[in-house]
């Protein structure tokens, strides 16, 4: 699939009246495919209290999504992944899963 994006130059008479001059030539231009994913949405912040940020977060602020994740080697991997995938900034050591 094609994106193209149309634009249209015109000359503005930039020393009197500012005004468009021309009808313009028209141009066309072939976008890439982008894919937009989750992470595209959150920005990274660190937080130094996790639980005070987290109570102080209204309903506004909750996104419910399902993610398939295929079986891993180990809960650290899985972790990781969720965090790529999400975008996230682990805070307060949360990232880190203890071997019991």
């Given amino acids: 699939m094609t994106h193209p994006m149309s634009v249209t130059n015109c000359n503005i008479d930039m020393e009197s009246t500012g005004e468009v001059e021309d009808d ?12 937009v994913v989750s992470a595209d949405y959150v920005l990274k912040v660190r937080v130094s209290n996790f639980r005070n940020a987290w109570e102080s977060m209204g309903p506004d602020c909750e996104r419910v999504d399902e993610h398939g994740l295929c079986p891993r080697e180990s809960l650290a991997e899985v972790v990781n992944i969720v965090i790529n995938l999400l975008g996230l900034q682990p805070c307060e050591w949360l990232h880190k899963v203890l071997n019991l």
């Fill in 24 to 35: 313009g030539v028209e141009d066309e231009y072939q976008l890439e495919d982008l894919e």
